[in-house]
């Protein structure tokens, strides 16, 4: 298994941009999620899904599109890129509902 | 999900046991103690959970008290490779609506040579 993965690794945009950022897990699971890292910051959720077809919103949905069409593919859009985005994004992945999640490596995106 | 507070640093050195304590004072009954570290720049990485037991498993043990109010982290024979950021977090084992973890600062174990 490859576990969760995510690309590009790293990434920078202008300001008003916008791009996907992808995840794609290989282990059957159902829940899918978004979180961002800012410097000396712990991880904030953006958005997430319960299963293909269905996504909700995070503490931090503002600036971004999901779209979950099926179980494996998870991404991110940014659909017009601000400064305020430059931060480390994660995704994560769990079976249905438990604490126990499982994060890829990590988009660093810089928007300048 | 109840609030955890930790210390913001601790050091330990290599070979010793690490112990990181949590405070969730706030804990409801059917919510569990988790514990995530983030080594730099990588992704969280799942460490160990519990309601009220203690549990051992092949990276650490969980010590929660009786009054589920604290728990403590051992990671028995710290290396270097364990300096980290150790996020504990409190939350029910299904999430229900929203199922992402809330992280808050943690605490920055280093293992010193």
């Known amino acids: 298994n490859a576990g969760v993965t995510q690309t590009p690794k790293f990434q920078v945009l202008k300001t008003g941009q916008s791009m996907t950022l992808q995840c794609a897990q290989d282990?059957?699971?159902?829940?899918m999620s978004w979180y961002r890292q800012d410097p000396g910051m712990g991880l904030r959720l953006i958005h997430y899904s319960v299963g293909a077809g269905i996504t909700d919103q995070g503490e931090v949905p503002n600036g971004y599109n999901v779209s979950r069409s099926t179980t494996e593919d998870f991404p991110l859009r940014l659909l017009s890129a601000a400064p305020s985005q430059t931060s480390v994004y994660f995704c994560a992945s769990t079976i249905k509902g438990a604490g126990e999640q499982y994060f890829g490596p990590g988009t660093r995106l810089t928007v300048t | 999900d109840a609030k955890t507070t930790q210390p913001p640093s601790m050091d330990c050195a290599e070979g010793r046991a690490a112990n990181l304590p949590c405070n969730h004072s706030?804990?409801?009954?059917?919510?569990?103690v988790y514990w995530y570290r983030q080594i730099h720049s990588q992704g969280p990485q799942y460490i160990i959970h519990?309601?009220?037991n203690n549990e051992t498993n092949e990276m650490a043990s969980l010590i929660i008290t009786e009054d589920r109010k604290s728990s403590t982290l051992i990671l028995p024979h710290a290396t270097l490779r364990d300096t980290a950021v150790y996020y504990c977090i409190v939350r029910p084992y299904s999430g229900g609506g929203a199922d992402g973890l809330t992280f808050g600062k943690g605490t920055h174990l280093i293992i010193q040579p």
């Open positions: 282990m059957n699971h159902e829940y």
């Open positions: 519990g309601l009220k």
């Open positions: 706030t804990i409801s009954g059917n919510e569990y």
